[in-house]
Nanobody, 117 residues
């Protein structure tokens, strides 16, 4: 079992920045890939960015060159630096992690990000 606790959401004007953090509880098997997803009402949850345990990253086209995902393996923490925010980035952001063994995926509680125009 892995518990994820996210923080850092809030309200920001378009063009502004926010940084999300998500800490995973320690697990004897080790944390593998981590990532961020987002969801708006009536839509499916979508991938924002992922990062493997050795630092390989993947981004949704809509956030490339604006968002940066990183992690601190010693702290089991993943970060999402969001710059040049747009109103369409408004969503609940969920952190995600899986063990080095593979599935299942574990999810954080979600944090609201609101970008005003």
């Amino acid at each position: 079992q892995v518990h994820l606790v996210g923080s850092g959401g809030g309200l920001v004007q378009a063009g502004g920045s926010l940084r999300l953090s998500c800490a995973a509880s320690r697990n004897r098997f080790g944390i593998g890939a981590m990532g961020w997803y987002r969801q708006t009402p009536g839509k499916q949850r979508e991938l924002v960015a992922t990062i493997t345990s050795d630092g390989m990253t993947n981004y949704a086209d809509s956030v490339k060159d604006r968002f940066t995902i990183s992690r601190d393996n010693a702290k089991n923490t993943v970060y999402l630096q969001m710059d040049s925010l747009k109103p369409e980035d408004t969503a609940v952001y969920y952190c995600n992690a899986r063990l080095t063994l593979g599935p299942p995926d574990y999810w954080g509680q979600g944090t609201q990000v609101t970008v005003s125009s």
